[in-house]
């Protein structure tokens, strides 16, 4: 699935990612935790392909496709998804508007014919009915006047209507409160199957209660500094990150 | 379907030798370069003219020979040499069908997306197809007839219905309004003419494609609405132009009039060839627009959606005369590579209770620029006069300009004005969100930019709002990565 292999990247001239390595088969959910400035998010991005987050060596492959050779929309037809730790608002644009938008143009990238308007609907209101998800709410326009967890709820919508092969969760539990986290892990966890294998970015050991990985990784100083099982997270949460940051440095 | 009218056809080939001393070859039917007094005198003995409207077409000639350019837009305006362009031209083709149509022009018109016997049926929306100056075709003239409304060429309009052009036209943009619109008046060579009876709302959407079709042939549209009491009628003009080296002066005249408890919508969709990525060519479109809401509690409203022509000048307005009158301007405009702008609108409140609304939105990309200049006068006995005032901006990319230069002008101390202005950049984390979604980055910007001029975009009938939708994207191709 998806494969990184010695990733440096820098951002407006600063190394964050160091020589990262990491590997996520098929099916899996693997957990990244670590604290702030680590360089999670960065991560994030870079796999997503952000401008301005420059890959200065190596690679990255999902389903042995180089993922760093392809435009960001090219990454989504490919089946990369990135839920968003602070989505962003399309004021005037109708969440419908977008999701159908963006649907049809990797069906299109993939060669596959387009949903119209009605199937689409149909689609949605699957989706929706799921995650909770009000017909109120998908007519707003994107992500404007969402609460927090209306935000991730909206994300993990998009999640399950694009249907990506691989996704990563950048900080989807911050901002929720606990009815939203479960309401959101659940979104998650329907969505877990054998074809489908997931990041999870954060800070706490909170969200694998719900969401349960099967390795938890530290990241400290843009590297993987140790792996393990659903065990780690809990012993983070008790130690903290201070013998990571302190080898690091 | 194709009415070009027999009419028309033996007018055209009649005139086809001018007494004055040129020969005129009937197949190109076109009067020699340049601008003089007798170019005016051919332009009006070619379509049969009354005396009456020969002099009043010399008159606003002798006005243009006197008057300067208007100079208050923020536009860079080359020297237009007059001299250096036709002022009449009609189709080669004289049609007895639209199946004899060129091939070309009917080819073009499905590009327009208006393959017309499909579209008129489909839809049911009436089009009287100009082109080129000439009206080639004329649809669902006699349905319109049965409830007493004339839709015709204000040329057939001279010939038929004299009285109301007489009385009605110049009596809202007076032929010596402004440089352009006195070009216009001395030289116009077709155009639109809606009449609405009283009491009748107009069954369909009418609608007029316009296009240049001819090399170096300026084009002088003049269109006459008359709503009379309490009709209601809404009018779609759109217009596109194909590519083209030469620059091209387009100066149009539009005058609206709305009688007691009459309404008159009127809806631009504004294509014209834009010039290329150098800032090469491209239409000048220098347009007078103005409505009068003549009687008590009528209503204009226009609505543009302008993303073409190298240089826009452009001022859709309201006099608000009748007590109760309302009128609203909705507008987009946008400007890409090295386009300007320089549009917006007046709302002239005279009557009592006179309403007004003003919504604006500016795309500028590229290395264009692009101005809302806006007039809201309150005269001394508008009491209750209210006008809303909404002014948005959208730059993409550092090196394009947008700027807002409202005027308010209140002789009124109980009027109530409202401003409201903003100037945003598209971010790249909205670009990134879109594309991280699967939209390529041209995807991303028509979707944004759709979004930020929805308020306009939905006031537009629906067919044209998903023309319009279409055209946002395309006006912006290339402006992003």
Known sequence: MLKITNLHATVGGKEILKGLSLEIPAGEVHAIMGPNGSGKSTLSYVVAGRAGYEVTAGEITLNGRDVLAMAPEERAAAGLFLAFQYPVEIPGVQMTTFLKTALNSIRRQRGEAELDALDFLKLMKAKQKALGVTDEMIKRPVNVGFSGGEKKRNEVLQMAILEPSFAILDETDSGLDIDALKVVSEGVNALRGPGRSFLVITHYQRLLDYIVPDVVHVMANGRIVKSGGPDLARELEAKGYAEFTGEAA | ?481
């Open chain 2, 1 to 481: 379907m194709s009415n070009i009218t027999q009419d028309t056809i033996d007018t055209v080939k009649s005139l086809g030798k001018y007494e004055a001393g040129f020969v005129t070859d009937i197949e190109s039917d076109k009067a020699p370069k340049g601008l003089s007094e007798e170019i005016v005198r051919f332009i009006s003995a070619k379509k049969n003219e009354p005396k009456w409207l020969l002099d009043w077409r010399l008159k606003a000639f002798m006005h243009w020979q006197a008057m300067p350019e208007p100079q208050w837009g923020k536009l860079d305006i080359g020297p237009i040499d007059y001299q250096d362009a036709y002022y009449y031209a009609a189709p080669k083709q004289k049609l007895s069908s639209i199946d004899e149509a060129d091939p070309k022009l009917l080819a073009t018109f499905e590009k327009l997306g208006v393959p017309m016997a499909e579209r008129a049926r489909l839809a049911g929306v009436a089009v009287d197809v100009v082109f080129d100056s000439v009206s080639v075709a004329t649809s669902f003239r006699e349905q319109l007839a049965e409830v007493g409304i004339i839709f015709c060429s204000i040329s057939e309009a001279v010939q038929k219905h004299p009285e109301l052009v007489k009385k009605y036209m110049g009596s809202v943009v007076p032929y010596h309004d402004n440089k352009h619109a006195c070009l216009n008046s001395a030289v116009f060579t077709d155009g639109s003419f809606v009449y609405i009876p009283p009491g009748v709302r107009c069954p369909m959407e009418l609608s007029t494609y316009f296009r240049i079709n001819e090399m170096n042939t300026g084009q002088f549209e003049r269109t006459l609405i008359i709503a009379d009491k309490g009709a209601y009628v809404s009018y779609l003009e759109g217009c596109t132009a194909p590519m083209r080296d030469e620059n091209q002066l387009h100066a149009a005249v539009v005058e609206l009039i709305a009688h007691d408890d009459a309404e008159i919508k009127y809806s631009t969709v504004q294509n014209w060839y834009p010039g290329d990525e150098e800032g090469k060519g491209g239409i000048y479109n220098f347009v007078t627009k103005r409505g009068l809401c003549e009687g008590k509690n009528s209503k204009i409203s226009w609505t543009q959606v302008e993303t073409g022509s190298a240089i826009t000048w452009k001022y859709p307005s309201c006099i608000l005369k009748g007590d109760n009158s309302q009128g609203e301007f909705y507008s987009v405009a946008i400007t890409n590579n090295f386009q300007q702008a320089d549009t917006g609108t007046k709302m002239i409140h005279i009557g009592r209770n006179t309403k007004s609304r003003i919504i604006s939105k500016t795309i500028s990309a590229g290395k264009s620029d692009s101005t809302y200049r806006g007039l809201v006068k309150i005269m001394p006995k508008a009491e209750g006069a209210r006008n809303f005032t909404q002014c948005d901006s959208l730059l993409i990319g550092n090196q394009c300009g947008a700027h807002t230069v409202p005027y308010i002008e209140s002789r009124n101390p109980r009027a109530s004005l409202e401003h409201e202005a903003t100037t945003s950049k598209i971010g790249d984390d909205q670009l990134f969100y879109c594309q991280q979604r699967g939209l390529s980055a041209e995807e991303a910007v028509a979707l944004i930019v759709n979004g930020f001029c929805r308020e306009v975009l939905q006031n537009l009938p629906m067919e044209f709002a998903v023309e319009a939708q279409k055209l946002v994207g395309i006006s912006l191709e290339g402006s992003v990565g």
